[in-house]
Structure formats: C-alpha cells, structure tokens
C-alpha cells in the first residue's frame, strides 16, 4: 500500500446500489487496490447515499448523468452552487470562480459557437484537473421484430410507443 509518512493512502468509495454502479464501484476499488490504494468502497441505498454526499464524508463518490444540453450536467456535477443546498450533485466538491464562469458563460449564451467554446474549455478543465475518472458510456441496444410498426425514440435514445402497432 501507498504511504505518506508513516500513514497509508486510504480513500473512502461511496455508491448507491441501483443497476450496475455495485459492480462498477467494485471494478475501480479493484484497480485502484492493485496500484497501491487502500479503498473502502459503502453501498448504500440511495437516502443513505445522498446524506453522504451532502456532509461531504467520502473521498470518491459515483454519478451518472446525461442531459441534451451540456450545461444540464456541467452545471448540476461541476457548479460550486451545488456543493451545498439544491442537490449536491457536484461531488467533486470543488468551488474554482473559473470553472463556473466557463459553465455560467454556457449557460448564458446564445452563440453555439461561444458556447461550444465554453464547453470545450470546461471539459478540457475537468479532465486536466481529474476531476472525473469517465469509465464508460451507456449504450442502448434496441431489437424489434419486422413486425413492429412506427417504433421512434427522442433525442436521448428512449423508446415512444405512441402510435406504434403490430403488422401481421
């Protein structure tokens, strides 16, 4: 194990235990343990967890968020006003005035080119600070038979069974 001193580096994982965030937390306890972390990793129920990220008491801690609008995510997962209050969904916990101008600057503008901009440069910031570790991307596989009719989705890939039908 990793030592500073004469004490190990010991992180505290927390996780709610809904689809496969167990399994996931798992995976990167079992890395993290193989280079030389000690990792306790609590899963929780969800109140349990959240009561855990609101009082801060964790050093890594799960989420899995997407949203059509980038600013959505950004502003929930990074935004120093949702450190405390609202919904504590920045659980890097980190409050930096240049991250949220970057998101404030997304949020506010209407030029998709300031605005990519502005996201860019966000994501460039959260990653050169490591203030995400991404493991992998929800992918939805969706089968139907030839016989399914009128079968659509919206823009983030979920099925509308308005006016669907089966063809015989």
Same mark, same amino acid.
């Given at each position: 194990?990793? $030592? ?6 010991? !992180? $505290? ?7 496969v ?7 990167? $306890? ?39 609008d980038?600013?959505?995510p950004?502003? !929930?997962m ?9 919904? $504590? ?9 240049? !991250? ?18 502005? @996201?860019?440069?966000?994501?460039? @910031? ?8 991404? !493991? ?33």
């Open positions: 194990m990793r $030592q500073k001193g004469a004490q190990r580096l010991r !992180l $505290q994982m927390i996780g709610f235990d809904s689809g965030n167990r399994q996931l937390g798992e995976v990167v $306890q079992a890395m993290l343990t193989e280079i030389g972390f000690d990792v306790t990793f609590d899963v929780t129920g969800y109140d349990a967890f959240a009561k855990r990220v609101t009082d801060g008491s964790y050093n890594l801690a799960e989420i899995n968020f997407t949203g059509l980038p600013n959505v950004a502003f !929930l990074y935004h120093s006003s949702q450190i405390t209050g609202g919904g $504590q969904f920045n659980r890097t916990r980190v409050a930096d005035p240049r !991250l949220d101008a970057m998101i404030d600057t997304g949020l506010r503008s209407v030029s998709t080119r300031e605005r990519a901009k502005a @996201y860019m440069d966000f994501q460039v @910031y959260a990653m050169e600070n490591a203030l995400v570790l991404p !493991l992998y991307d929800n992918s939805w596989l969706t089968i139907v038979r030839k016989e399914v009719q009128g079968m659509s989705f919206d823009q983030e890939g979920r099925w509308l069974f308005y006016n669907v039908w089966i063809q015989r």
